[in-house]
């Protein structure tokens, strides 16, 4: 079983910068396909990025590709969002997932959540 406990979030000026931060609990970490989902007020939550356990495999939605980064620390059971050049619609509540692989995550076939992270991007 997994825990995962988000952080980075904040408050940030359109075309900045924020990395968020997910810790897990749990010793089989790497076996773990991770990623991260967010949800604006009144939309659905949807698929931002997903990696694999080894961090060779990425995914991305068309909306954040080539801006945010997905990377992880397996010695350190965390996974990371760099998210560069931010627009107002970026902002959300950022959750961390993780399921059986990066194209289950991405398929919204999951195990766990976090709580999430709220990111604000101000115009």
């Known amino acids: 079983q997994l825990q995962l406990v988000e952080s980075g979030g904040g408050l940030v000026q359109a075309g900045g910068s924020l990395r968020l931060s997910c810790v897990a609990s749990g010793r089989t970490f790497n076996s773990y396909g991770m990623g991260w989902f967010r949800q604006a007020p009144g939309k659905e939550r949807e698929f931002v990025a997903a990696i694999s356990g080894t961090g060779v495999v990425r995914y991305y939605a068309d909306s954040v590709k080539g801006r945010f980064t997905i990377s992880r620390d397996n010695a350190k059971t965390t996974v990371f969002l760099q998210m560069d050049s931010l627009k107002s619609e970026d902002t959300a509540v950022y959750y961390c997932?993780?399921?059986?692989?990066?194209?289950?995550?991405?398929?919204?076939?999951?195990?766990?959540w976090g709580q999430g992270t709220q990111v604000t991007v101000s115009s």
């Open positions: 997932a993780a399921g059986q692989s990066a194209q289950k995550v991405m398929a919204r076939d999951l195990f766990y």
